[in-house]
Nanobody, 114 residues
Framework: QVQLVESGGGLVQAGGSLRLSCAASATIFSFNNMAWYRQPPGKQRELVASITYGGSTNYPDSIKGRFTIYRDNAKRTVYLQMNSLKPEDTAVYYC????????WGQGTQVTVSS
């Protein structure tokens, strides 16, 4: 089973930036489409960004232009660069395989103050 470890969250003011990292424990990572998800307080988990094993990316309209997902297959790591953060971006952020999920990691908390 693949283990996922997210890091890089924290407290930031609106308009600020953070870069999240997610390290995977197995080389199968390199052959999987990956995604970042988030779960705001009291809400369901939602997709934030996805990237294919070849590097093609996709974002929901609410995220486009602010977040960038990228990956380093040699390091088995996927990243999420978040710019122009808003209070509504406050959530626990997770990464996982897109589609059939592996076991969820602990996530990393992102809190954006107004």
């Amino acid at each position: 089973q693949v283990q996922l470890v997210e890091s890089g969250g924290g407290l930031v003011q609106a308009g600020g930036s953070l870069r999240l990292s997610c390290a995977a424990s197995a080389t199968i990572f390199s052959f999987n489409n990956m995604a970042w998800y988030r779960q705001p307080p009291g809400k369901q988990r939602e997709l934030v960004a996805s990237i294919t094993y070849g590097g093609s990316t996709n974002y929901p309209d609410s995220i486009k232009g602010r977040f960038t997902i990228y990956r380093d297959n040699a390091k088995r790591t996927v990243y999420l660069q978040m710019n122009s953060l808003k209070p509504e971006d406050t959530a626990v952020y997770y990464c996982n395989s897109l589609g059939v999920h592996w076991t969820w990691g602990q996530g990393t908390q992102v809190t954006v103050s107004s």
